[in-house]
């Protein structure tokens, strides 16, 4: 009785947190949409490392499509995720509770200690985009600003 009742609850537990996942799409009004590599207009290197990124403000004009080359050069996994800071802030708390969550999505790269990744994102909107890191423990300090100047 009381491993079936650990199994349901584990069950229950990966469901809803697929079911997040699956609900949890970044929020392309505000931020943008994913980028084409032929379209690429710039490239940024950015360096994540234990609980910083750097830079962590990045200026680009509005129609931009921007290569990411984020290369974690830290002891840690880390992820770098463009959102606005509200839906940073959801999925932080998600990863709180389910820290080997994986994802794939279009906005987010996920890292080992060495390893280095490309995101390509198109900023369509001038404004400010955010970006962090949702893994736990990493979120209040691993944080950047792209401000999207107008055309």
Known sequence: MKKSLIVSFSILCLGSAMTYAAEQ???NAAIGKPGVLEN???????EAYENRFSPSEITVRQGDTVRFIVRNTGEKKHEMMIDTMQHLREHAKMMRLHAHMEHNEPNQVTLAPGEQ???IWQFTHAGVVD??????GHFKGMRGKIIVEEK
């Open 25 to 27: 799409h970044y929020s």
């Open 40 to 46: 690429v207009t710039r490239t940024v290197e950015i």
């Open 117 to 119: 990744k490309e995101l």
């Open 131 to 136: 970006f962090a890191c949702p893994m736990p």
